[in-house]
């Protein structure tokens, strides 16, 4: 019964010992399953936004024009905007609705006098004239009105100003969102009403029919994208939009300049679509892995044009085209140590500071100083830039960060190869003091000091000292330094200690162990010579 309690108390022993070992080992691995910190080449950043094909969605017909919705504007506000516009675009036609105000001096008062456009081709302003309005700006009626009133009365300083801009009505219809008649102004473009367009309406081709039964087609597209303001005519009262039905329609995809979802015309091919609508491939675009998705009766098949094919390669309705990348190698290698933390999770205190991983992504072609550019933001005071290594194949070879950063060390030029770590340790702010002083020990580094500085810190020179001008320097390595150089951080002080009195405690015990031999002789050769 004592044995078996014995075996049971022996196992119990063992099960608190394995579980104290598993809460150890997990406590000490929670930094390292942790999220990765991760920071990639800038470079690897750079070709990934030229090589990334993302996949294109349809666009619709004001996201083929570059337009966004329109958000609402207060109407106060918008008339505001509008008359200030109206003063100072020369362009701005005189419109049925808008108010004007003649000011001028007569008889030492200020004569002023509302004036509104209506639908009669002439204006008449009292007491000054009637003047024609159509198809005039209002800068050339500002003029001739102006030059009348100065006319009648000399120097009477006279002024026609627009305190509000007319509204008239324009019709929509075709393929719209809904047949309805639409307010406008005297700057409202063609474009302006490209909210009203179905997803089915043409960008190349909307007519608008004048009042006067006139008729023209324009292409919103080149109004739009290509700055050609001759296809976005201003509209006039009267006038009628009407949305035609879309052509042919494709998206394109990959590595070109501009992704998007274009109409393209009766006459243009995929060379076309390439270089004027997508603006031409990026620098990682692989001109022979071109794909063309193309609906076929229920499915869908791939064409693979080559690029010198692309010139009279015909574009069907719904054609989906992609432009493939270069594939670009991207590495890895750890970078770890005395660096400042983007997760506070992931470290592990080692002398009261925390020591980081970071994993860094990089392109082929990055080097060690790429990485430490982009790296140097997470450097602390307390990295030894000085004393750091890299670890390759096993081997270790030492690194100064510094004067790869801010030097010419012809390492920065290594190229990074996956699988490297890089390690900085911590720098410490601090110089040990041993050997013949009173409190040997760590004490906070002070730049510029001297020996003495640090000396009185350990409270001074032991009794054994040698003398404050006897003592040996060690670097943070160990590596005994001359004596004059200069007090830096992790330098060790060594004191040297006086042998005299040790030396002397030494040949006393000598002598004295002399003196007994000497004496146990003399005894045995006295009782020798006793028995003889």
Known sequence: MKRHLNNTQDSSTVIRKTLSILVALLLVSLPLIADNQVVTSSRAEALDSTTTSVGQSWQGFQEQLGWTTPQTIDLDYLQMVRTSAAIGDASYPVTVGDIYTLSYFYNNSV???????????????PNIGIFNVGNRTYLDLKEEVEAAVTALYPYSNPTLTITNTGVFAVSVSGLSTTSTRVDAWGLSRLSDFSSYAGEMASTRDVTVIGADGSQANYDLYAARREGDLSQDPLLRPGDQVVFNKRGTTVMISGSIQRPGTYQVLEDEDLGDLVSRYALGFTSAARTDDIIVTRRSGTSYIELHPSADEMAGFTLQDGDMVTVNSLSIPVGSVTIEGAL??????????VLGQVSSQYFYRFAVGDTVETMLRDMSQYFSASSDLDGCYLTRDGASYPLSFREILYGDDPAGDMLLQSGDRFTIPFSNQVVTVNGAVNNPGTYAYVPGKDVSYYVNLAGGLADDAKGLDKYTLYNSYGQKIADDSPITAETTVELDRSTFERDLGIAISVIGGVSTIATIVSTIVGIVNAVN
């Open 111 to 125: 004569v002023e006098v509302p004036v509104m456009v209506t639908h009669s081709p002439t204006l008449s302003i």
């Open 340 to 349: 400042v933390s983007t997760d506070t999770s992931n470290g592990n205190t």
